[in-house]
């Protein structure tokens, strides 16, 4: 809601390392290959290409809306690296905020770390082109992306959709722009059109000039003039008929006014929704709280996707679950948004606020550190996560047959060590003549140390011993390329083994 606040940077603290606890992925064979190419919606429910249901189940990662204009982190670590933790850990979709902003002549990112090989291939670019880097490589990986025109500007969140500084026309214009430049990339599912319209937006009003549903119907048909395959997502307002809510999470007008497009089956209506830790409501004062909850959301949004009117997409949610209120409409709002091993697709889409661990007043899934998985937090989303989607395909050559030698070499470097715990990353280089299909890396610790979670590998110990191989998406690497995975361990202090690598 203030969005001031969840843009506040976090001071950087030292990360209590807490053990990676499972997913929770329930994953049916037929669903496993639902999401190719673009999507439509069908009542409740978004349908792929071929007219398979598919499940948004996702993370916000933002950054491209504030100053540095591009997500945040990666003054800490690689790009690839972070989009590779979010698929291992069950994210199938990142929703990408960014303000007008990125697409004015010498807008240029700042706060990236090409040190030690870190973003190498986003030197030189400007915002945009950083852009298109995150796009293809999560599409590589399987991950779709929702663009969300997240504020006019860097300078914070506007009420309405336009600015004196920033007009309707160049509005409209810049989502055409985005529209058109990822045009044909099935990875770009949809446009989120303005973030947290409130007061004195209005829906159904009828004045041109507040209306946000009269304005998401000129930018959503502007949009799909561009790029007709794109879903158009259209969040609430706050206040309809007196009735106050969340910024951007209240969607009743919708029952009278729904949003009308010239191409069909394109509206995905948005909501928001916070805990105590954002903001107070009256709500979460009611005796009958949490049980009071579903009828909140059900009059809210709910409705749309209970009388299938049209898919409900929560695409914010988040708290820092410090208190046992937040604590109790987390666990209440993930119920309700239907588990995935019961209803499959046939749920509320939803991306979780924040892979940031910077926002301010929710924190994110990961901690301080930029690499510690919050496993409580994660732990919490694990009923409603779903299947990912057909990845692009990498963009190394696995080789031609016959010949070359397979070999690689790794290199073991601790990140954070506070003596409770620490965390390392270990690079695999591929030092053969020929591609890589899978690799295996071993190492002794001369202590008690024990993996307590890992990323973008899996893993054995046997006492001292560890064994970590490739995931399914990083075991391909090409001639001169590499691969990295991280994980923590306890307790810390154990410096540095030797590692060894094995090839195919």
């Given at each position: 809601?203030f969005?001031?606040?969840?843009r506040a940077l976090?001071?950087v603290?030292?990360?209590?390392?807490v053990p990676?606890g499972?997913t929770?992925?329930?994953?049916?064979?037929?669903?496993?290959?639902?999401?190719?190419?673009?999507w439509?919606?069908s009542?409740r429910?978004?349908?792929?290409?071929?007219?398979?249901p598919?499940?948004?189940?996702?993370?916000n990662?933002?950054?491209f809306?504030t100053?540095?204009?591009?997500?945040?982190g990666?003054?800490?670590?690689?790009?690839?690296s972070?989009i590779?933790q979010m698929?291992?850990?069950?994210?199938?979709?990142?929703?990408i905020?960014?303000?007008?902003?990125?697409?004015k002549?010498?807008a240029?990112?700042?706060s990236?770390?090409?040190?030690?090989?870190?973003?190498a291939?986003l030197?030189?670019?400007?915002?945009?082109?950083?852009?298109d880097?995150?796009?293809?490589y999560?599409?590589?990986?399987g991950?779709?992306?929702?663009?969300?025109?997240h504020?006019?500007?860097?300078a914070?969140?506007?009420?309405l959709w336009?600015?004196?500084a920033?007009?309707?026309?160049?509005?409209i214009?810049d989502?055409?722009a985005i529209?058109?430049?990822?045009?044909g990339q099935?990875t770009v599912?949809?446009?989120?059109?303005?973030?947290?319209?409130?007061?004195?937006?209005?829906?159904?009003?009828?004045?041109?000039a507040?209306d946000?549903r009269?304005?998401?119907?000129?930018?959503?048909?502007?949009?799909l003039s561009?790029n007709?395959?794109?879903?158009?997502?259209v969040?609430?307002?706050?206040?309809?008929?007196?009735v106050?809510g969340?910024w951007g999470?209240?969607?009743?007008?919708?029952a009278?006014?729904?949003v009308?497009?010239?191409?069909?089956n394109?509206?995905v209506?948005?909501a928001?929704d916070?805990?105590?830790?954002?903001?107070?409501?009256?709500?979460?004062s009611d005796p009958?709280f949490?049980?009071?909850?579903?009828?909140?959301?059900?009059?809210?949004?709910?409705?749309?996707?209970?009388?299938?009117?049209?898919?409900?997409?929560?695409?914010?949610f988040g708290?820092?679950?410090?208190s046992a209120?937040d604590?109790?409409?987390?666990?209440?709002?993930?119920?309700?948004?239907?588990?995935?091993?019961?209803?499959?697709?046939d749920s509320?889409?939803?991306?979780?606020?924040?892979?940031?661990?910077?926002?301010?007043d929710?924190?994110?899934i990961?901690?301080?550190?930029?690499?510690?998985?919050?496993?409580?937090?994660?732990?919490?989303?694990?009923?409603v996560?779903?299947p990912?989607?057909?990845?692009?395909?990498g963009?190394?050559d696995?080789?031609g047959?016959?010949?070359?030698?397979a070999?690689c070499?790794a290199a073991?470097t601790?990140?954070s060590?506070?003596?409770?715990?620490?965390?390392?990353?270990?690079?695999?280089t591929?030092?053969?003549?020929t591609?890589?299909?899978?690799?295996?890396v071993?190492?002794?610790?001369?202590?008690?140390?024990?993996?307590?979670?890992?990323w973008?590998?899996s893993y054995t110990q046997?006492?001292?011993?560890?064994?970590?191989?490739?995931?399914a998406?990083?075991?391909?690497?090409?001639?001169?390329?590499?691969?990295?995975?991280g994980?923590?361990?306890a307790?810390?202090?154990g410096?540095?083994?030797?590692?060894?690598?094995?090839a195919?």
């Amino acid at each position: 809601m203030f969005r001031s606040l969840r843009r506040a940077l976090c001071t950087v603290a030292a990360a209590l390392l807490v053990p990676l606890g499972a997913t929770g992925l329930q994953t049916a064979d037929a669903a496993e290959s639902a999401g190719v190419g673009y999507w439509h919606t069908s009542g409740r429910q978004i349908l792929d290409a071929s007219g398979q249901p598919v499940r948004i189940a996702g993370i916000n990662w933002f950054g491209f809306e504030t100053s540095n204009l591009v997500v945040h982190g990666l003054w800490s670590r690689d790009y690839k690296s972070m989009i590779d933790q979010m698929k291992s850990l069950g994210y199938n979709t990142i929703r990408i905020p960014f303000s007008d902003d990125i697409f004015k002549s010498g807008a240029v990112p700042n706060s990236i770390d090409f040190s030690g090989g870190k973003n190498a291939d986003l030197q030189g670019l400007n915002s945009l082109g950083v852009l298109d880097r995150i796009v293809s490589y999560a599409g590589q990986d399987g991950l779709k992306v929702i663009l969300d025109r997240h504020r006019p500007d860097s300078a914070g969140q506007s009420a309405l959709w336009y600015t004196a500084a920033v007009p309707e026309s160049t509005w409209i214009a810049d989502l055409k722009a985005i529209a058109a430049r990822y045009k044909g990339q099935s990875t770009v599912v949809g446009i989120d059109l303005h973030n947290e319209p409130h007061d004195p937006a209005c829906w159904g009003c009828g004045d041109t000039a507040t209306d946000w549903r009269l304005a998401a119907q000129r930018a959503g048909n502007a949009v799909l003039s561009v790029n007709p395959e794109l879903l158009i997502f259209v969040e609430g307002v706050q206040t309809v008929n007196g009735v106050s809510g969340w910024w951007g999470g209240n969607l009743m007008g919708v029952a009278q006014y729904p949003v009308q497009l010239d191409v069909a089956n394109r509206v995905v209506y948005s909501a928001h929704d916070y805990a105590t830790s954002v903001a107070q409501q009256s709500w979460f004062s009611d005796p009958a709280f949490p049980a009071n909850m579903p009828g909140i959301w059900d009059k809210y949004w709910g409705y749309i996707f209970k009388q299938n009117i049209a898919p409900v997409w929560v695409g914010e949610f988040g708290t820092t679950l410090q208190s046992a209120v937040d604590q109790k409409w987390l666990a209440a709002l993930v119920s309700y948004l239907r588990p995935t091993s019961t209803y499959g697709a046939d749920s509320f889409h939803w991306t979780y606020w924040s892979w940031n661990p910077n926002s301010g007043d929710t924190g994110g899934i990961l901690k301080d550190d930029w690499q510690t998985v919050d496993t409580v937090k994660d732990g919490y989303l694990a009923s409603v996560k779903a299947p990912g989607f057909p990845g692009s395909g990498g963009g190394t050559d696995p080789g031609g047959p016959g010949g070359g030698t397979a070999a690689c070499t790794a290199a073991y470097t601790v990140s954070s060590d506070w003596g409770g715990g620490f965390n390392a990353e270990v690079k695999v280089t591929n030092t053969g003549s020929t591609a890589l299909s899978s690799w295996k890396v071993t190492w002794t610790w001369p202590g008690n140390q024990k993996v307590t979670s890992m990323w973008n590998a899996s893993y054995t110990q046997t006492g001292s011993t560890v064994t970590a191989g490739n995931a399914a998406h990083n075991g391909t690497v090409a001639v001169g390329g590499s691969a990295s995975f991280g994980f923590g361990g306890a307790p810390g202090g154990g410096g540095v083994p030797s590692v060894s690598c094995t090839a195919a």
